[in-house]
């Protein structure tokens, strides 16, 4: 028989300590204790949300780390979903309201993004019936003009660089324009798939129709954009 013998050497030594070292999350999944920032900054997505799933709600530290990941990705959804509604900041909050209450749910965490975006379209037309049974002439499909004759488009951009270029600045803008002009039905699945970069399949989940629908109506709008987008861009070169 050969008896493995371990002096004090072996183990202050790096080797122990490799194979019995814990890795953030389990650090995490093993005591009671609640995480600290810098074990939630380590964790992949499917961890932190495990670990918010450990309780009935999230805990609030790392709730709050999973909104610092994602909140920019709520916001860019509902600007391009809704560019002319001053209210956005609070359809954000109600959009993270719900994920609070109903994360829980969430069978698969590598699916969190496709869930909360659908939370996302799903309030978005909760609030747009809302708002067309009260005003009955709202329109989402042209812009909003002001008295001044000029329109009111709100860029798309967090804390611009002082070196964009006027030229670049206004292909922006005329983008934005041009997918807020969009049909309801086309701008949901085009911003869903260029904006968030969902798969088509989790598209037709979240907006309900089939598979070729989708791809249908991404293909129309991307075509209605390229013409857009074209006429915008022949103008400015024979300017």
């Not at 609070?100 to 978005?124: A, E, H």
């Not at 005329?174 to 798969?199: C, D, H, K, N, S």
Request: glycine share 4%; proline share 5%; aromatic share 8%.
């Amino acid at each position: 028989m050969t008896t493995i013998q371990l002096d004090a050497r072996s183990l202050s030594s790096g080797t122990l300590d490799s194979v019995t070292k814990l890795s953030p999350f389990q650090t995490i999944q093993s005591t009671c204790q609640k995480p600290t920032v810098e074990q939630l900054n380590q964790l992949d997505l499917a961890e932190l949300i495990s670990v918010c799933q450990r309780h009935r709600y999230p805990e609030q530290a790392p709730f709050s780390e999973l909104m610092r990941r994602y909140k920019s990705h709520v916001d860019r959804q509902l600007y391009h979903l809704a560019p002319d509604w001053s209210d956005r900041a609070d359809l954000a909050q109600e959009v993270w309201i719900r994920v609070y209450r109903n994360l829980n749910r969430l069978q698969s965490p590598v699916k969190f993004k496709g869930w909360m975006s659908r939370i996302t379209t799903n309030l978005f037309y909760d609030e747009l019936r809302k708002r067309k049974r009260h005003a009955g002439t709202l329109s989402l499909d042209a812009p909003r003009h002001l008295d001044d004759g000029q329109v009111d488009w709100e860029i798309a951009s967090e804390d611009p660089s002082p070196v964009d270029t006027m030229m670049t600045h206004e292909f922006y803008e005329r983008l934005q324009a041009a997918i807020a002009e969009l049909p309801e039905v086309f701008r949901t699945t085009i911003v869903l798939r260029e904006i968030q970069g969902l798969p088509y399949e989790e598209i037709a989940e979240i907006t309900g129709v089939s598979l070729g629908t989708v791809k249908s109506r991404i293909a129309r709008a991307r075509y209605r954009l390229q013409g857009d987008l074209k006429r915008y861009i022949d103008g400015q070169q024979s300017a």
